[in-house]
């Protein structure tokens, strides 16, 4: 009997709540890199190396009055604890990039985040204002877009870490930690800027309408 479960198989498209329209097609998919997530939106090394330096200050300072040995023992709680900390970490940042799919289309960005609570945010091209790219020399970057001041806003608290850091007046969504950031970054470029030239068609009142109010 097999046991595999797709928490989002019901998805009409994956990563996305419904099909497509006619006339949008998906240009890229991608996830969050889990390790480039638990080092940059989770701090993994500044709170690997916090641990470390209590360790080290007690154990110096235990050496006053104890042997190093001793001291060292009695200062090893802050490496446990450290090492229960980051390991929930890594945990965490891995399982929000596997519930995690970003989606290119010719139309939009779209974002299915959350591992608990999971939504989808859709972005159109006419919406975004800018875009972002933070790059990491193996490849690895962020694309963070900047929306239009009179259009949609998001919570800070719950669209993170797929957001900009430290951007909490005006949340600017991103496409956090994604390998082949540049490639994307182009892909989205050139995605967005066909799409804004495309006229606007909206419907105008008829002569028969206006008459009739």
């Not at 390790?35 to 090394?45: G, H």
């Not at 608990?116 to 020399?137: D, G, H, V, W, Y």
């Not at 669209?159 to 082949?180: F, N, Q, S, Y």
Request: with cysteine.
């Amino acid at each position: 009997m097999s046991h595999d479960h797709d928490d989002f198989q019901t998805e009409p498209v994956r990563g996305l709540p419904e099909d497509l329209p006619l006339g949008e097609e998906i240009l890229w998919q991608g996830a969050p890199n889990w390790w480039a997530v638990a080092k940059e939106a989770l701090s993994l090394y500044w709170v690997a190396g916090y641990f470390l330096a209590l360790f080290a200050w007690r154990t110096i300072g235990g050496a006053a009055t104890e042997t190093w040995g001793e001291s060292a023992t009695a200062a090893s709680f802050f490496l446990a604890l450290g090492g229960i900390v980051c390991t929930l970490l890594i945990l965490i940042a891995y399982v929000q990039a596997k519930s995690t799919v970003y989606t290119l289309t010719n139309k939009r960005v779209a974002m299915r985040i959350g591992a608990a609570l999971t939504m989808t945010l859709n972005l159109p091209f006419r919406q975004i204002a800018n875009a972002k790219l933070s790059e990491r020399p193996n490849g690895t970057g962020t694309i963070a877009l900047e929306l239009m001041p009179e259009g949609m806003q998001f919570s800070y608290a719950m669209t993170w870490p797929h957001v900009r850091p430290w951007r909490m007046k005006r949340t600017e969504p991103a496409l956090r930690c994604i390998p082949d950031a540049r490639k994307v970054a182009s892909l989205l470029a050139d995605a967005a800027e066909t799409a804004v030239a495309e006229p606007v068609v909206t419907r105008m009142p008829t002569a028969d309408a206006v008459a009739a109010e």
